[in-house]
């Protein structure tokens, strides 16, 4: 694309201010910027307006959930299914650790966290681990492909080359980059990041697969006979990934996903719930949970709306392809985002000044045909590390990392 070229694009999208450096630059810096508006996707700016409105959802009624006393009944021949289908290559795991550390008070990519009391226990060792157990188990390798952003992207290849992977054969570990959306002010307006840099931001965990296939991987993975993708969020680090268990009551059901879920420890806890909305599984995010919906009771007295995602959830891949052109819902979500005054002087805002857009992998459930949701032990699965202290934080998932025998 050449700067002609580029001007056009901008002008159309409304935002021809991204040039306003061009003259200041190196040629290389040129380069990059002109790669970079090639690359941008700018009709997310153009959605603002309708992702601010308040989001309309339609007829919500409860989705059972299996249970651990039914998984219990069923786990032989659930995890012989699961094991089966391992062995023979075609359930993968697809790691989403595309942020940073910065709610915990680091500059680094949230994976390489240390937890550790008394040695050193990456957040990314935790996840990988936990993965070799099941590799241990099943006497195979599983393919993990690991999903950064342009922001952590070397910092974490480095990190786990310069760590041997934690122990994982690193032939069956591929990357890829996540897509990125540009940010903006509230008038709508890109950010820029640096003189020849507009500000962008990860395109939230709804972008996997999109990042997957556009790099390649997914048509790898098809090639290699990859059926079924776990996707797992960076930061919980109990998680099982892969585990045959879950696996195989996908399976057996013949479902297109499935989503492990924990019993909710309050009516309010911030989690979002499985449900069916107009018929299909879907997702309420906690802030959506209304009043009427919080206290409803199923047919035995426990509340309707009692399990929450954590986040985990199994995607069978033929699904994925069917479902890969549709544009999912795109949420608006309040940051706060550095930018260059109009000096040209770079300015660190302490209260959110523009928006980020992003797509939620919890969508992508309701847009395929079935979802399992699965129970698993919270006290054993669930230590998401979101903050630093309190709740949802490294002191917790420490206390419940000790409560399961990981030393620390």
């Known amino acids: 694309m050449d700067y002609a070229q580029a001007l056009e694009k901008l002008s159309a999208a409304g935002q021809e201010h991204a040039m306003q450096y061009y003259e200041e630059l190196t040629d290389d810096q040129k380069a ?14 153009s959605s603002m ?29 659930f995890k012989s299914l699961g094991l089966d289908a391992i062995k023979k290559g075609k359930v993968g795991a697809v790691l989403l650790a595309g942020g940073m550390g910065t709610r915990l008070g ?39 492909y690991i999903m950064t952003s342009d922001k952590n992207h070397e910092a974490t290849v ?3 080359k310069e760590h041997d992977y934690f122990g994982y054969d690193n032939a069956f570990v591929t990357f890829f980059m996540q897509e990125m959306a540009p940010a ?28 997957m296939y556009k790099w390649g991987v997914a048509k790898k993975a098809m090639e290699d006979g990859v059926e ?60 959506e949970l209304t009043d009427e919906l919080m206290n409803a009771k199923d047919e035995k007295g426990d509340p309707a709306y009692y399990f929450g995602v954590i986040l985990n959830y199994l995607f069978r891949v033929e699904d994925l392809e069917k479902i890969r052109e549709r544009k999912l819902p795109l949420h608006i979500v309040e940051k706060k985002i550095p930018y260059l005054n109009e000096k040209g002087e770079k300015v660190k805002p302490d209260a959110p000044n523009g928006y980020k857009f992003e797509q939620l992998v919890l969508d ?17 699965e669930f230590a998401p590390i979101k903050n630093a202290t309190g709740i949802d934080s490294v002191e917790s998932a420490r ?3 000790k409560k399961n025998g990981i030393a620390l």
């Open 32 to 45: 990059l910027l002109l790669a970079q508006i090639e690359a941008t996707d700018f009709t997310v700016l």
């Open 158 to 160: 480095g990190f786990l």
């Open 49 to 77: 307006q309708d992702g601010k409105r308040e989001n309309v959802r339609g007829d919500i009624k409860p989705l059972a959930a299996m249970q651990l006393p039914q998984i219990k009944e069923r786990e032989t021949e």
């Open 106 to 144: 680091s500059d680094e990519p949230k994976g390489v966290y240390n937890i550790g009391l008394t040695k050193e226990v990456f957040i990314f060792q935790r996840l990988i681990e936990n993965l070799i157990d099941v590799v241990k188990e099943a006497g195979a390798w599983i393919p993990l």
């Open 399 to 401: 206390e419940l990392c």
């Open 184 to 211: 903006c002010n509230p008038q709508g307006k890109v950010y820029m990041e640096e003189k020849f840099k507009i500000s962008t931001s990860p395109n939230g965990n709804g972008g996997w697969y999109s990042s």
């Open 228 to 287: 079924w993708l776990n996707v797992f969020a960076v930061d919980n680090v109990l998680q099982r990934i892969a585990d045959p268990c879950f696996v195989g009551a996908v399976l057996s059901g013949n479902y297109a996903s499935g989503a492990k879920v924990v019993r909710k420890c309050a009516p309010d806890e911030k989690i979002g719930v499985i449900c069916l909305e107009d018929g299909r599984p879907s997702i309420v995010e906690y802030y």
């Open 364 to 380: 992508m459930i309701h847009e395929l045909d079935g979802c399992l949701p699965f129970e698993v032990v919270r006290e054993k």
